[in-house]
């Protein structure tokens, strides 16, 4: 069997002709790089780990809450449609931009419901790995004993003096039985040899807490999801004396989730018997301001069931038939009979007004489409308590209905109403409209007290004011992922509390019997990322072993007479007494 033996010369001058070559390629810039070609399936590949990758995940819930700000500046379609309308038509030039945008319907836009797909998706992504690593990680032995333990960032020495009747084998259980009773799993290795070793781990809940923090959060992405898939929200102003039915119908404006059908509405109903309202009357700088709300009803949970006398306020809403009824607002009904020209009822009920202020000064919005020959309508305002200023300018100087007035204009002709096009019921287009009364008119403004009936110019009819009740709006809200997003919320909470304050930790203790029958002792702690405890935790078990052995300090010798612990020279655990530092170890 032969064997060939370059020459010194040969291999100088392959290396001279190699080197030639690479500086050529230098040179010319057209050294060859053989570029690996991913091809449809690696570009799959990386596509998906850029996508389940935390950074991306993370990224997306960032996105997702920049994305959800435009739902806070531009009024919302299907919270307010005609507040949509309207701002569309006062900004001609951007509104239609924003519409196709769907900025006016944020959360159900394509854009916003791709983010939170995806952040849905990168989340599932970044779990499923981590819980099979986790998994296994649960099943695998603690590390290797390192070969020199004095180099870890804890580590420490203890002699146990002969004796004492303690082998290193012995020694090295009483050590397993302190790690464990501190938490740690331990794996003893070598027990019966001269050196024998152990490792042990602890903090395997931190990362059973971030998974739970992160399944959580998709945890709340799919109530949330429920939520806006299956349930409704709608609001109905009730006035003293009126019925709500929870039907369609029985709704003012109501906003059902995308997979909603009407037939999952529970067939309660609520009635307002009265609305009470008590105000400061004692204090001098809070005079007249509102201090409690209570609305006193009587609900029925669905045809056969018994009514029930329940209250409603502010801050304690109602739950019944599945749904939470929130009070959201009050104000005044005043009762409007109004006749006609041919003198026939053409209305006659409660109107409610909206407040504008603290005394209730409230816009009044009339609308008689019934009314004959002429459809007739009024505009103006309440005052619960109606006094003159020194112009002659009525105004409200109280909250409570002390002397309760209308000041109305009236106007005949075409209300607008059977065109088919959506109107506000508490505005009125006089655009097409005729006036009958106002300040700047022969026939004057329209003052009513409470009883009173003024006769409209032109034989166009009456108005009378009959009395006054009291109306509240309720929101009423069924959202099936409530709760589940709550839960999960909470959840979530607990688990990133624990994968903040719970540490990751391994310990190694290796035990040896000296010439003269002494057992040595080494032990040294490693923190799998930040951990500002583990000098702490090194010196709690240092102690544990010392009162298990009897290791008492002597007068002027170091806590436990021998060795100490060392973090590299810092955060020692006790006095330096022949632990490693600096990489070196102790003789």
């Known amino acids: 069997m032969s064997e060939t033996v370059k020459k010194p010369d040969d291999t100088k001058a392959q290396a001279t002709k190699v080197q030639g070559k690479k500086s050529q390629g230098k040179k010319s810039g057209k050294e060859d790089i053989a570029v690996p070609v991913l091809g449809p399936i690696g570009m799959l590949r990386w596509a998906w780990t850029q996508l389940t990758s935390m950074r991306t995940a993370l990224l997306l819930l960032l996105l997702l809450a920049v994305a959800a700000v435009p739902g806070s500046l531009f009024p919302q379609r299907p919270a307010n449609p005609a507040v949509v309308t309207q701002y569309i038509k006062n900004n001609p030039v951007t509104g239609p931009w924003l519409d196709r945008f769907q900025l006016f319907d944020v959360y159900a836009s394509y854009w916003f419901s791709a983010i939170y797909l995806l952040l849905f998706i990168s989340l599932i992504g970044c779990i499923i790995p981590r819980v099979r690593a986790h998994y296994k990680a649960l099943r695998t032995a603690p590390p290797r004993t390192p070969r020199r333990i004095s180099r870890l960032p804890q580590y420490g020495t ?343 304050y719970v540490g990751r930790r391994r310990a190694w203790v290796r035990t040896g019997t000296a010439d003269d029958g002494r057992v040595m002792v080494e032990y040294g702690l490693l923190a799998r990322g930040e951990d500002h405890g583990l000098a702490k935790e090194t010196a709690k078990i240092r102690q544990a072993l010392q009162d298990g052995w009897g290791l008492n300090a002597g007068p002027g010798e170091p806590p436990g007479g021998f060795g100490s612990t060392a973090d590299n020279g810092k955060n020692a655990a006790g006095p330096d007494t022949g632990a490693a530092r600096n990489g070196k170890e102790s003789s």
């Open 158 to 500: 203890l002699v146990i003096p002969a004796g004492q009747g303690v082998s290193a084998s012995s020694a090295l259980e009483d050590a397993a039985a302190v790690l464990r009773k501190r938490r740690y799993r331990v794996e003893t290795r070598d027990a019966d040899g001269e050196r024998p070793h152990l490792g042990a781990e602890t903090g395997y809940l931190r990362e059973v807490g971030n998974l739970v923090f992160h399944t959580s959060l998709v945890g709340v992405l799919v109530s949330v999801a429920l939520g806006g898939l299956f349930g409704y929200s709608g609001q109905r102003t009730i006035v003293e004396g009126e019925t709500f039915v929870n039907t369609l119908v029985g709704y003012d404006q109501f906003t059902p989730g995308t997979n909603f059908q009407s037939a999952w509405l529970s067939p309660y109903s609520m009635r307002l018997d009265k609305f009470e309202v008590r105000y400061d009357r004692e204090s001098v700088k809070q005079f007249g301001q509102p201090i409690d709300f209570t609305a006193h009803v009587t609900t029925q949970d669905g045809p056969d069931a018994a009514p029930q006398q329940q209250t409603l306020k502010v801050n304690s809403p109602l739950e019944i038939g599945g749904t939470g009824v929130y009070l959201v607002g009050n104000g005044y009904a005043p009762v409007i009979t109004v006749r006609d020209g041919n003198g026939n009822v053409a209305l006659q009920g409660p109107v409610p007004s909206i407040p504008t202020d603290g005394v209730y000064t409230s816009t009044m919005v009339i609308k008689v489409p019934d009314a004959k020959p002429d459809q007739l309508g009024f505009v103006g305002f309440f005052l619960p308590s109606a006094q003159l200023n020194d112009q002659g300018v009525a105004y409200s100087a109280d909250p409570d209905p002390l002397k309760p007035q209308l000041n109305l204009n009236s106007y005949y002709g075409d209300l607008g109403l059977d065109s088919g096009a959506p109107q506000n019921v508490y505005s009125l287009d006089v655009k097409n409209l005729k006036q009958l009364n106002g300040r700047d008119l022969p026939a004057k403004g329209i003052v009513l007290d409470s009883g009173q009936t003024y006769k409209l110019p032109d034989g166009k009819g009456s108005i009378t004011f009959d009395g006054l009740k009291r109306f509240i709006a309720v929101d009423v809200r069924h959202n099936p992922g409530q709760v589940p997003a709550l839960v999960f919320a909470l959840v979530a909470v607990g688990g990133l509390v624990i994968s903040l």
